[in-house]
């Protein structure tokens, strides 16, 4: 996906197409970190520090997504 997509206003049908398509990939690896923290939470042999770093990145994906999805949503007139 291009970087520009970001800094413009309205989108292209192919610009929004590339959005949801992103957002669907982030989404699918949003549940597959929630699952990989539930694994580990329930080891008591568990590397924090590992739990740590999948809970960042997680954290950072649910932002990611909903910089994606606002722009998804079209600009209101002030």
């Keep these: 996906m291009r970087g520009d997509i970001i800094l ?11 959005i949801r398509v992103k957002l669907e990939a982030l989404r699918l690896e949003h549940r597959a970190l929630d699952a990989a923290i539930e694994r580990l939470a ?19 994906l649910k932002d990611i997504i909903a910089r994606f999805e606002s722009r998804l949503i079209p600009d209101q007139p002030a």
């Design 8 to 18: 413009r206003g309205e989108l292209t049908p192919e610009e929004e197409h590339e």
């Design 42 to 60: 329930l080891d008591p042999l568990m590397d924090q520090l590992q739990l740590r770093r999948l809970k960042k990145r997680k954290l950072a």
